[in-house]
Nanobody
Framework: QVQLAESGGGLVHPGGSLRLSCAASGRTFSSAAMGWFRQAPDKEREFVAAISSSGGSTAYADSVKGRFTISRDNAKNTVYLQMSNLKPEDTAVYYC???????????????????WGQGTQVTVSS
């Protein structure tokens, strides 16, 4: 069982930055591939970024590539999403997700993940 708790959301002006954190409980974090997803009002949940259990592989949605960076600290059981040059269209609830896996893979679809956090709101507005 993995419990996830996101933090770091808030209101930011266009062009600004935020860093989201996702703290995980349990001893299996180092075996968990992690992902960030987001859901805007009246839209489907969409993939944002993913990282393998070792941190050696990452993947990004085209819409955030070059602006967002996913990273993890297995000693702290935490995954991060550094967001820069934020745009109004980045406004959404951001969720982190975990999948326990023996493989060093990244996963891009929500069905790949078993465990989910409650989400943190990010609002980009002037």
């Amino acid at each position: 069982q993995v419990q996830l708790a996101e933090s770091g959301g808030g209101l930011v002006h266009p062009g600004g930055s935020l860093r989201l954190s996702c703290a995980a409980s349990g001893r299996t974090f180092s075996s968990a591939a992690m992902g960030w997803f987001r859901q805007a009002p009246d839209k489907e949940r969409e993939f944002v970024a993913a990282i393998s259990s070792s941190g050696g592989s990452t993947a990004y949605a085209d819409s955030v590539k070059g602006r967002f960076t996913i990273s993890r600290d297995n000693a702290k059981n935490t995954v991060y999403l550094q967001m820069s040059n934020l745009k109004p269209e980045d406004t959404a609830v951001y969720y982190c997700a975990a999948r326990i896996t023996p493989y060093y893979s990244v996963y891009r679809t929500s069905n790949d993940y078993r465990y989910w956090g409650q989400g943190t709101q990010v609002t980009v507005s002037s």
